[in-house]
Each structure stands twice: as C-alpha cells, then as structure tokens.
C-alpha cells in the first residue's frame, strides 16, 4: 500500500492525515515533538466522529486508525515514502531545517509538498535535494467540506511531479486546481488573507471589536467572520503571516496587527480553537448564540 508522510500534526496536518488515512493509503505522521502527535491524536477523535456524522460507517472509521502511524522519528517516517505533505509551521526558518533535515533520508522518488499558507516552492528550493520533485499542495481548513487543493510548482518543478500531485488529491477526495505560476497565497490566501488582515488591523486600531467585525460580515451575506476564521486557522498562524510579510515589506500595519495577536492572545496561551480559546471561547463561542445577530 502507498505510503503517505505527513510532516506536521496541527490542525492543517492532522486533517490531510486523516482525509488520507480514510481514502485508503498509509500515513505517518511526523512531528518533531512527542506533545504534537498527542494533539494530532486527539483531533483524530473529533474527525471520527465528524466523518461519521457525514456518513462514514464504523468499518471505514477502523480502516483509517489502522492505517495511521505516528513517529518523531524523521528517518523513520521518511523511509518508503511515495509522496510527503509539510504542514510544520508557517515559518521560512523552521521550514528550511525540516526540508534540510528530511533531504537526508528521503528517496529521491519521492514527491515533496508544502501545505504553506503564504510562502512560494522557490522559497525553499535551495534546501530540497529534489527540486524537480517539490511543488505546493495548499488544503484550505475543514477539508472535509471545503475540500480544495491548489497546486503549484516552481519554474523547474518537473510535469510529471505536478501530474502526480494532481493524481494524489483526486484519490483522497478534493478538487485539484492547478496554478500556471508561483502566487503568494495561491488563489484561496491571496482573496483570504488581506481580508483577515483588514479585519486585524480595525481591531488592533481600536476601531472597531471583534465580535462588531464578525457581526458586520455575518449581516452581509458571508458564512464565517474572519475572527471566526482566524480561530479556526489557528493564531499562531495568523501571527506567523503578518510578522513575515510586516518584516518583509516594512508594513507597519501588518506588524502591529502581529504584535496586537501576540500581546492579547499568543503570550496567554490562546491559539485558537485547538486550545478551546482565541478571539472566541470554545466549544460554545459567542458568534453561535441566537442573540448575536440582534
């Protein structure tokens, strides 16, 4: 049976492991921290019973456990791989030691992938063994239902890498879509991300609440307010985005939307649903109540 690594089991990772686990092909899952897998585990728990809800029966649910595994070993989970998924975090330092790190003991068959939000292939090229076999496949959060996967090559990332990739997110299930070149957030972030962003700094400028933003948004027609979507997507990674492109581009805005998240949620340990609170509280948050919109 093909073998899938799964590098990163955060809440974008440990979905793709499961998602993949389910269609069929064996997975490990690759953390560098032992508290991680644990995390990855329990979110597991919740996908079981939410795959259930939407129809899978017990036999489906059993084939996925048992064809997860999971390891802090990174020769380990990297031998006999067909394709590797890298949802570690959204930060260009940690993400060139693991590709730096996994090039050691990779097979040089194997297809490499990053899950990045916001950053390019050619970001880390330099520091895959393959270049020719490393593309992006970006999955967007609930992949169950929202079950898109953008991919994206570099300017010499092989066709046959990218028909494969394409060929690997059609058997677990998503809508591949393919992009002709390199996009900073591909074609979801690139519409996503400045509206989070807008919406952080109306909060960090004092303008306007959270709550009154995601209320605003509500109103008008949209399915989740970005203070929803920000806690779904995780804080951490919402800082990570605004401090890398703030530093980059010398946007004093960006920055002190990154610096707004890191003193009033990331420093008090709220990261967003995974730890039951960000900008809203779980798992009975404020935007669920019948009163939020009167």
């Known amino acids: 049976m093909t073998k899938i690594m799964i590098a990163g089991g955060g809440t974008l990772g440990s979905q793709i492991a499961w998602q993949t ?16 897998l644990e995390d990855c585990k329990k979110f597991h728990q919740r996908y079981a019973r ?13 084939r996925a456990i048992e064809n997860l595994s999971f390891t802090t070993d990174i020769q380990q989970a990297s031998e006999y791989v067909y394709l590797v998924s890298e949802s570690v975090p959204e930060n ?16 040089d068959s194997a297809i490499i992938t990053t899950n990045s939000s916001t950053l390019l292939p050619s970001d880390f090229v330099e520091f895959v063994s393959k270049p020719e076999r490393f593309l992006a496949m970006h999955f967007a959060n609930y992949i169950w239902q929202n ?21 690997f ?27 989070v962003s807008s919406a952080m700094a109306l909060v960090a400028n004092g303008v306007a609440t959270h709550e ?12 989740s307010g970005p203070f929803q979507i920000l806690d779904v997507v995780g804080l951490e990674t919402a800082y990570n ?18 610096a707004y998240v890191k003193e009033h949620y990331l420093d008090k340990g709220k990261l967003g649903i995974k730890t039951g609170e960000g900008f809203y509280k779980y798992p009975n948050p404020k935007f669920k109540d019948p009163g939020f919109l009167k």
């Open 212 to 223: 009154d933003v995601d209320k605003t948004m509500l109103v008008s027609g949209f399915a």
């Open 50 to 62: 939410i795959y259930m809800d939407k129809g899978s029966d017990e036999s489906q649910i059993k």
């Open 92 to 107: 260009p330092k940690i993400k060139a030691a693991f590709y730096q790190e996994l090039s050691k003991h990779i097979d």
């Open 21 to 36: 686990a389910i269609s069929g092909f064996k997975v490990i899952v690759y953390d560098k921290n032992e508290s991680g």
């Open 147 to 167: 079950n898109i996967a953008e991919i994206m090559g570099h300017k010499s990332t092989d066709a046959s890498a990218t028909e494969k990739t394409i060929q």
């Open 241 to 258: 985005i605004e401090h890398h492109w703030g530093t980059l581009l010398n946007d004093k805005q960006k920055l002190a939307n990154a």
């Open 169 to 195: 997110a059609k058997d677990i299930g998503m809508v591949p879509v393919q992009l002709n070149k390199e996009q900073n957030g591909y074609i979801l972030n690139s519409i996503l991300v400045p509206f």
